[in-house]
């Protein structure tokens, strides 16, 4: 008799192996590769997905167990998206039933067939086709709906609606009974014939140049890096090579950092590609993220706009990649499966011979080594677009002057300029709360965190001492634990602190914070935003949530209040992340006609790499900064692997990581790679928990890979792995 098929199955969770089945007993059964399958484990049952099949087994055949069932009929994943599944299973060393599941929307993660395509929707009346959307202007969210769905002749689904237009129920229920729209069900995902007319610009000769030459390469595998300061008119050479790309008949997906993915890029999007386009992000329903990943994965509409995750989303027909803002640090996943989608949207675009474009108006220094020795192509933009001009950055020395709550003389002066000329001015400062910490003036007594290495942050309307680190909080205290006295005071400023003094410098003159405290409901930061644009504020005050993806026309004068943690940070990377930080601030300043105005407070105006920054630019800068790091032998010029561990024993985690080391041949026989470590962290304590770094590094990748792989062999026969709680980080970006 013919001996059975072996089915190999992978498990969700931290499983580095595959499982062996034998096939179901009954049913329709049709082993391909990229199926789920529900099978017996221990006592239960669990969900895993095929990853091949083969004749015979390492065990004994009487020794397996058989699958229950086939859950999907076909494949969820081709055989291309399986191989990148098992590529950064490889590559970041992390267990493969995890980056698998870790990829499939949670619906399917779960024991729950496909979800079927008819979806609940809106469409227009023949009524609401006629309405002049003009006259909506006092119901902004009926115009918004009406103006969606004119775009989308199939209509749009409820739930697309609720997300991302600012509908509500009841808005829907008013424009039902006004009889503009009506219920649909949708069949399937809706295209529309005719994508709404918009104006384009034409290219100017630079952009036109690099859509020429990304188009070239329409169908082969080619990297660019499309450097171009903030405002040259990226956006616009992304839209013109997703045109190109859907005219080839290919889909395209563009990845965009989490705080990126507004409404208002989505919009230009659509605007441009009507609802050809759909969204991914970690803010939609899980119903919502199943319809849009089926709707790739059947390659039934052709663009995904996506966060990080939306990497992996299967696309069939993949022709072309677009990584915005490149060098921002939410592509790469700090906890768990720490991937960086960037890096993957790379080895993607070579599976499927396609190009991929990484922009930013601050490329990361990775990309410009690539980019000089090679491997990127580079296209530059270094002027803007529309005429407008870029703003001018100056040094604001704070040395010897006394500040007004982190304000200097001549920054107060110049907003007070900016304010009364009716322009729009814009205040930055990195650090959310009224003040970094209380200290008694007194004793000299700190809000210390109880639980980790750093200070409580004070939040004064809360009342509240909160550590940022580990969400630890408490109230404020009447008067100091240690001796008594009531003298409690702030120390340094935080946007709460900074806002309450503008609003007394500036009575008469409305006032908008923007941080994560002033944002936290739903559908909060889109109305500031709105407002903020309708020029209802002429005052902006924030954190880096202002610094990204937003267009503030109006603002010409942009004031940044501290940018001397990053000059000295622990981090190799601190000066590069400023450098990224000031210019992305900066770049919102001065996008109309109006030449805009950057203030920059330091206490270290003399700092070289500063001054190159504010001289000469960016490209100085990061050659600068290149040439360091070439020196110091750091990435991008070696390659890094950091392997963490904490435990609530204070010695275990060092002394487990000395182990791991000693358990692996002598590291002096180790030519090519050099060992930092084991270390505490820089923050030793976090959470209750302590923390110890071991650092591992080589200019040879395939030499530091060998090494963590034959590591990762041993790591769970060492009996402390499992009182201590490790994880890998290859090509880690923080080293906190
Ligand atoms: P980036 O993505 O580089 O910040 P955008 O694509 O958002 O730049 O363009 C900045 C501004 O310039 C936008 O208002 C855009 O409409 C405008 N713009 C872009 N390209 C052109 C062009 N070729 N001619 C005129 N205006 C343009
Ligand atoms: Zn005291
Ligand atoms: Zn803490």
Request: with cysteine.
């Given at each position: 008799m013919e001996s059975e098929p072996i089915l190999q199955i992978v498990l969700a969770g931290p499983l580095r192996t595959a499982f062996d089945y034998l096939p179901p007993a009954q049913g329709d059964f049709n082993p391909l590769p990229g199926c789920r399958f529900q099978v017996p484990f221990g006592r239960g049952s669990r969900i895993g997905l095929l990853i091949g099949v083969s004749a015979d087994s390492s065990l004994p055949e009487k020794s397996l167990k058989r699958a229950i069932r086939q859950l999907d009929p076909q494949p969820l994943f081709t055989s291309e998206d399986l191989h990148l599944l098992h590529w950064a299973a490889d590559y970041y060393q992390h267990p493969l039933g995890d980056v698998i599941f870790h990829a499939l929307p949670i619906n399917l993660r779960k024991d729950r067939p496909e979800q079927s395509s008819a979806t609940p929707g809106y469409r227009l009346t023949e009524q609401g086709r006629e309405i002049d959307l003009e006259t909506l202007k006092r119901a902004p969210k009926q115009r918004d709906i009406l103006h969606r769905l004119r775009h989308a002749q199939a209509g749009l689904a409820t739930r697309l609606l609720l997300a991302e237009a600012s509908a509500t129920h009841s808005v829907l229920r008013i424009l039902t009974e006004k009889g503009w729209i009506e219920a649909c069900q949708l069949s399937q995902d809706s295209?529309?014939?005719?994508?709404?007319?918009?104006?384009?610009?034409?290219?100017?000769?630079?952009?036109?140049?690099?859509?020429?030459?990304?188009?070239?390469?329409?169908?082969?595998?080619?990297?660019?890096?499309?450097?171009?300061?903030?405002?040259?008119?990226?956006?616009?050479?992304?839209?013109?090579?997703?045109?190109?790309?859907?005219?080839?008949?290919?889909?395209?997906?563009v990845l965009v950092p989490e705080i990126g993915l507004t409404p208002q890029l989505l919009q230009r999007f659509r605007n441009r590609l009507g609802d050809r386009v759909m969204a991914l992000h970690s803010g939609l329903p899980d119903g919502e993220r199943e319809r849009v990943w089926q709707a790739m994965r059947s390659a039934r509409q052709p663009v995904l706009i996506g966060t990080r995750s939306a990497v992996f989303c299967p696309l069939p027909k993949l022709g072309l990649i677009i990584v915005d803002e490149e060098h921002d640090l939410s592509?790469?996943?700090?906890?768990?499966?720490?991937?960086?989608?960037?890096?993957?949207?790379?080895?993607?675009?070579?599976?499927?011979?396609?190009?991929?474009?990484?922009?930013?108006?601050?490329?990361?220094?990775?990309?410009?080594?690539?980019?000089?020795?090679?491997?990127?192509?580079?296209?530059?933009?270094?002027?803007?677009?529309?005429?407008?001009?870029?703003?001018?950055?100056?040094?604001?020395?704070?040395?010897?002057?006394?500040?007004?709550?982190?304000?200097?003389?001549?920054?107060?002066?110049?907003?007070k300029k900016t304010l009364d000329s009716g322009e729009q001015a814009m205040v930055f400062l990195n650090r959310r709360g009224y003040a970094p910490m209380l200290t008694c003036h007194a004793c000299g007594w700190l809000t210390d965190c109880p639980r980790c290495d750093a200070r409580m942050t004070h939040h004064r309307q809360k009342n509240l001492l909160w550590c940022h680190h580990c969400g630890h909080q408490q109230r404020v205290p009447e008067q100091c634990p240690e001796c008594g006295s009531p003298d409690l005071r702030p120390v340094g400023q935080g946007t709460e602190r900074v806002e309450e003094r503008l609003r007394e410098l500036f009575p008469d003159t409305p006032l908008a914070r923007i941080d994560r405290d002033t944002t936290r409901r739903r559908g909060s930061?889109?109305?500031?935003?709105?407002?903020?644009?309708?020029?209802?504020?002429?005052?902006?005050?924030?954190?880096?949530?202002?610094?990204?993806?937003?267009?503030?026309?109006?603002?010409?004068?942009?004031?940044?209040?501290?940018?001397?943690?990053?000059?000295?940070?622990?981090?190799?990377?601190?000066?590069?992340?400023?450098?990224?930080?000031?210019?992305?601030?900066?770049?919102?300043?001065?996008?109309?006609?109006?030449?805009?105005?950057?203030?920059?407070?330091?206490?270290?105006?003399?700092?070289?790499?500063?001054?190159?920054?504010?001289?000469?630019?960016?490209?100085?800068?990061?050659?600068?900064?290149?040439?360091?790091?070439?020196?110091?032998?750091?990435?991008?010029?070696?390659?890094?692997?950091?392997?963490?561990?904490?435990?609530?024993?204070?010695?275990?985690?060092?002394?487990?990581?000395?182990?791991?080391?000693?358990?692996?041949?002598?590291?002096?026989?180790?030519?090519?790679?050099?060992?930092?470590?084991?270390?505490?962290?820089?923050?030793e304590r976090r959470a209750g928990k302590t923390r110890a770094h071991l650092l591992v590094q080589s200019t040879q990748r395939a030499l530091l890979h060998r090494w963590l792989k034959d590591l990762l062999t041993r790591i769970d026969q060492l009996p402390m792995s499992r009182r201590v709680r490790w994880s890998v980080d290859v090509d880690p970006q923080e080293m906190y």
């Open positions: 295209t529309t014939e005719s994508p709404p007319e918009v104006k384009r610009h034409a290219l100017n000769s630079q952009q036109q140049q690099a859509v020429d030459a990304v188009r070239e390469q329409l169908g082969q595998f080619q990297p660019f890096l499309l450097d171009g300061v903030t405002g040259s008119g990226k956006t616009e050479v992304y839209l013109y090579l997703v045109e190109a790309a859907l005219q080839a008949g290919r889909q395209v997906l592509f790469k996943q700090q906890e768990g499966f720490r991937y960086s989608a960037r890096d993957l949207s790379l080895v993607r675009a070579r599976q499927h011979y396609c190009p991929v474009v990484l922009g930013s108006a601050t490329p990361s220094l990775e990309s410009l080594r690539n980019a000089r020795e090679g491997r990127y192509k580079l296209l530059q933009l270094p002027h803007r677009a529309a005429h407008s001009q870029l703003p001018k950055l100056q040094l604001v020395d704070i040395r010897n002057l006394t500040l007004n709550h982190g304000l200097s003389p001549v920054l107060i002066r110049e907003l930061l889109e109305k500031m935003l709105g407002d903020v644009r309708a020029g209802r504020f002429p005052l902006l005050l924030g954190t880096q949530m202002l610094a990204k993806g937003h267009h503030f026309p109006a603002v010409t004068l942009v004031a940044i209040l501290d940018v001397d943690q990053g000059l000295f940070g622990a981090d190799f990377r601190a000066g590069e992340r400023m450098a990224q930080l000031v210019l992305q601030v900066a770049g919102r300043a001065g996008r109309a006609e109006r030449p805009g105005q950057v203030l920059i407070q330091t206490r270290h105006p003399d700092h070289p790499l500063m001054q190159l920054l504010i001289r000469e630019g960016y490209p100085a800068f990061s050659a600068e900064a290149l040439e360091e790091r070439r020196l110091a032998q750091l990435p991008p010029f070696t390659h890094q692997v950091l392997i963490r561990a904490e435990a609530n024993d204070a010695r275990q985690p060092e002394d487990f990581l000395q182990q791991l080391l000693e358990s692996g041949p002598p590291t002096n026989d180790l030519t090519g790679i050099e060992f930092w470590g084991p270390i505490p962290a820089p923050m």
